[in-house]
């Protein structure tokens, strides 16, 4: 009797390894590039042209700052991190089930697709003082300024996707005699999610300036109001700082959305 051993397990190349290494170093190369060649460009600006700190200040002047007032500028991002995720969440509750019932009829379609148009077309600077007069000063007033700014595309892509799902996959379920509600479940929902992911990873990034919009009315904490009040005492540095933490918090939500949507959505088309 003969014993046939087993082959030795393959091993990765290591040449191989490392230039999957690379590359996927190399992916994350040409942001860090542009970003410090931004701020590079910032800091000559104000040293060649000699721009007053009050009106530019310099990329070191705003580290200091960050830095200085950590604790201060960390207790307003969280107010901020708060209504925005409030807002955010708000506008999923109501959207999507909007967006449900849109698409189960043709004549809401065509009633209900108007009336959000309009919605989304008033300027949402025109609305926070309104919202302040009737909702007080509170923060109810910036979470539902932030439910207005992220609804109309959450709504908008939960419907374009449950509209766009593929007839052949409809015929197949009519064809195994699924209920409306099996049809939905397995068919139009999954079909429907990576279009709604586009909505969500849209409507995040808004939800942010929502949230420094309502803030800029009525506030007393908040990013938004870190950057009226450091503009009326022309404490630029501070202005800047808060900016960077709006930005850093917008892309910080931005990519924890885009996790989320490789987590659900792993078979969604990257091409």
Same mark, same amino acid.
């Given at each position: 009797?003969?014993?046939? &051993?087993?082959?030795?397990?393959?091993?990765?190349?290591?040449?191989?390894?490392?230039?999957?290494?690379?590359? &996927? =170093?190399?992916?994350?190369?040409?942001?860090v590039l542009g970003l410090a060649g931004a701020?590079?460009?910032? =800091?000559?600006?104000? /040293?060649v042209f000699e721009v007053e700190s009050f009106i530019l200040p310099s990329p070191i002047e705003?580290?200091?700052?960050?830095?200085?007032?950590?604790?201060?500028? =960390?207790?307003?991002?969280?107010?901020t991190l708060w209504e925005t995720l409030l807002g955010f969440l708000l506008a999923i509750v109501v959207g999507v089930p909007l967006a449900l019932v849109v698409t189960a009829s043709r004549m809401l379609e065509r009633t209900v697709y108007p009336l959000l148009l309009m919605l989304n077309a008033?300027?949402?600077?025109?609305?926070?003082?309104?919202?302040?007069?009737?909702?007080? *000063?509170?923060?109810?007033?910036? /979470?539902?300024?932030?439910?207005?700014?992220? *609804?109309?595309?959450?709504?908008?892509?939960?419907?374009?996707?449950?509209?766009?799902?593929?007839a052949d996959l409809v015929e197949l379920g009519r064809s195994l005699k699924m209920n409306w509600w099996q049809t939905f479940r397995m068919i139009r929902m999954p079909a429907a999610v990576p279009q709604l992911f586009v909505g969500l990873k849209?409507?995040?990034?808004?939800?942010?300036?929502?949230?420094?919009?309502?803030?800029?009315?009525?506030?007393?904490?908040?990013?938004g109001y870190v950057i009226v009040a450091s503009g009326a005492s022309a404490?630029?540095?501070l202005a800047f700082?808060?900016?960077i933490l709006l930005g850093v918090l917008s892309v910080v939500l931005f990519y924890l959305t885009a996790a989320v949507e490789r987590f659900f959505v792993p078979w969604a088309d990257r091409s």
């Open positions: 009797m003969t014993v046939t &051993q087993a082959p030795p397990a393959r091993r990765d190349n290591p040449r191989r390894e490392t230039t999957r290494r690379i590359g &996927q =170093w190399s992916q994350h190369l040409p942001p701020v590079a460009l910032w =800091w000559a600006v104000t /040293v705003v580290a200091q700052t960050l830095v200085e007032d950590a604790g201060y500028l =960390w207790d307003n991002t969280l107010v008033v300027p949402k600077v025109a609305v926070a003082p309104l919202l302040v007069v009737w909702m007080g *000063f509170g923060q109810f007033p910036k /979470v539902f300024l932030v439910f207005l700014v992220c *609804f109309f595309p959450i709504v908008i892509s939960t419907a374009a996707g449950l509209s766009s799902t593929q849209l409507a995040i990034t808004l939800a942010v300036i929502g949230a420094v919009i309502a803030e800029f009315v009525g506030a007393t904490e908040g990013l404490d630029t540095a700082a808060a900016m």
